[in-house]
């Protein structure tokens, strides 16, 4: 059964960093390409980052570039995001998704470009 299970979420302070895991099971994972949403109250499900299947090509949201690094380990099927001097306006709830590379390469901020999604974990951020 295909899977997607999210963990490393939590509460820190402004500056401090978590990172995210997020492991897959059954067909999923190679060669799909992983991405990384995140959905705060009141607010739609917004795009963070993306990695391809091979793991060559990565995409960041302009409000996470440079501040969040996007990988991926073919071999335990996981994605990581690790996200470092976290700030308030990062907190909501993650959520990592799959999709078929020859889709998500179309828009990798579409959520409906991914197939399978994960259940998310909480990030708190307090000032």
């Known amino acids: 059964q295909e899977q997607l299970v999210e963990s490393g979420g939590g509460l820190v302070q402004a500056g401090g960093s978590l990172r995210l895991s997020c492991a897959a099971s059954?067909?999923?994972?190679?060669?799909?390409?992983m991405g990384w949403f995140r959905q705060a109250p009141g607010k739609e499900r917004e795009f963070v980052a993306a990695i391809w299947s091979s793991g060559v090509i990565t995409r960041y949201a302009d409000s996470v570039k440079g501040r969040f690094t996007i990988s991926r380990d073919n071999a335990k099927s996981t994605v990581y995001l690790q996200m470092p001097n976290l700030k308030p306006e990062d907190t909501a709830v993650y959520y990592c998704a799959a999709g078929r590379d020859a889709q998500v390469v179309r828009d990798w901020t579409l959520p409906v470009r991914y197939e399978y999604w994960g259940q998310g974990t909480q990030v708190a951020v307090s000032s």
């Open positions: 059954g067909r999923i994972f190679n060669p799909y390409a």
